[in-house]
């Protein structure tokens, strides 16, 4: 079974891959210090749960866009799991073609959708990922990551909204319950130009790339406010809360998983 480990920067995702099907997945809140044995606790609790244990783990995956957190991911592996874990960079194989001026600039999960979402819907395609900022990244038929655009996530929006103006109250981001752009008091306009500011800002930011490119693509969205928006918009062709958990297993697929020494990895560590 490999662990697969996705920690953004406001979640960490794990999940069990057993080689045929996901067995579980699971999140918590990252908090970068948060020490190896804290995760430790917590996972091997929810894995018991699904009659998994740690000797069951044969090897892992980390993709991670903090810095900070990777050396207590690391040895959460180390430690609890007995396995040197992969880590997702732009240096392993990839299978395609950075485009970037610097490739290692680019962060790993933008590159694990794009990865995820050729081998599994092909291209060419614009991979949407709602998370805490709204990327757009794409991806030609050969599978070449070609760039993208970054833009605010719409909890970053909100929160600035709300922040910078006095007079305006703190929203959570939803649906409008009626169809109607108009609001009729301050909180009805505020999620209306919320939700249909970002579904306007969708759609334009994909017609623009389709224009650019100079052909049709497919749309894929992924993050926890896709099923949200797919609700107000038909540009997306799939939605996938997935994606990024199968770029790792995929790449974890490709690349030689790492073995771990045990006595200069643990033992000097004691």
């Known amino acids: 079974m490999l662990l697969v480990i996705d920690a953004g920067n406001t979640n960490v995702v794990f999940a069990v891959y057993d080689g045929a099907k996901w067995q579980g997945t699971w999140r918590i809140t990252m908090q970068a210090q948060r020490t190896s044995d804290e995760y430790a606790v917590w996972l091997l609790a929810l894995l018991r749960m699904q009659g998994i244990s740690a000797d069951d783990i044969e090897g892992a995956v980390i993709g991670t866009v903090v810095p900070a957190a990777l050396y207590h991911l690391r040895t959460l592996c180390r430690q609890w799991f007995a396995v040197e874990p992969l880590l997702a ?28 979402a050729h081998h599994l819907y092909g291209g060419p395609l614009v991979v949407i990922d709602f998370g805490t900022a709204t990327t757009f990244d794409v991806v030609n038929a050969e599978g070449d990551y070609c760039g993208g655009v970054i833009a605010p996530g719409i909890n970053l929006s909100v929160e600035a909204l709300h922040q910078a103006a006095a007079r305006l109250p703190r929203i959570g981001v939803g649906r409008p319950v009626v169809d109607s752009v108009i609001g009729r008091n301050t909180v009805t306009a505020m999620r209306s130009g919320v939700f249909w500011g970002y579904v306007g800002l969708i759609e334009g930011i994909v017609e623009r790339i389709r224009r650019e490119v100079g052909q049709d693509m497919k749309v894929l969205a992924t993050g926890g406010l896709a099923p949200l928006f797919s609700e107000g918009t038909t540009v997306f062709d799939h939605v996938d809360s997935m994606l990024t958990l199968n770029g790792l297993r995929i790449l974890a697929g490709r690349n030689p998983l790492p073995r771990l020494t045990i006595e200069k990895d643990l033992l000097s560590e004691g």
Do not use: C, Q, T, Y
């Not at 960079?89 to 995820?116: H, Y």
């Open 89 to 116: 960079s732009a240096r392993l194989d990839w299978g395609f073609a950075i485009k970037m001026d610097n490739p290692d600039e680019v962060g790993v999960d933008r590159l694990l959708n794009g990865l995820a």
